[in-house]
């Protein structure tokens, strides 16, 4: 059996592109509920607390807390 791009495909072949789709699938769910998640601490006023670019965050170790070194 040949498949649109003219490579011969067995079950496994099926197999694999079904799998990639579940995956896929997978993440974008994951995706869709983290930026939901995102969505709803922006509209209760919580600060985000992903972890990120340490310029983003508030200079706590600092030991007066101005951020000055």
């Known amino acids: 059996m040949a498949s649109d791009d003219g490579t011969a495909r067995g079950g496994a072949g099926r197999d ?13 769910r994951r995706n869709l509920m983290k930026r939901k998640a995102q969505a709803r601490g922006r509209r209760a006023g919580e600060a985000d607390q992903r972890a ?18």
């Open 16 to 28: 694999a592109k079904a799998e990639r789709e579940r995956r896929l699938a997978e993440a974008l």
């Open 52 to 69: 990120g670019l340490a310029a983003a965050r508030p200079d706590d170790h600092k030991p007066d807390g101005s951020g000055q070194e």
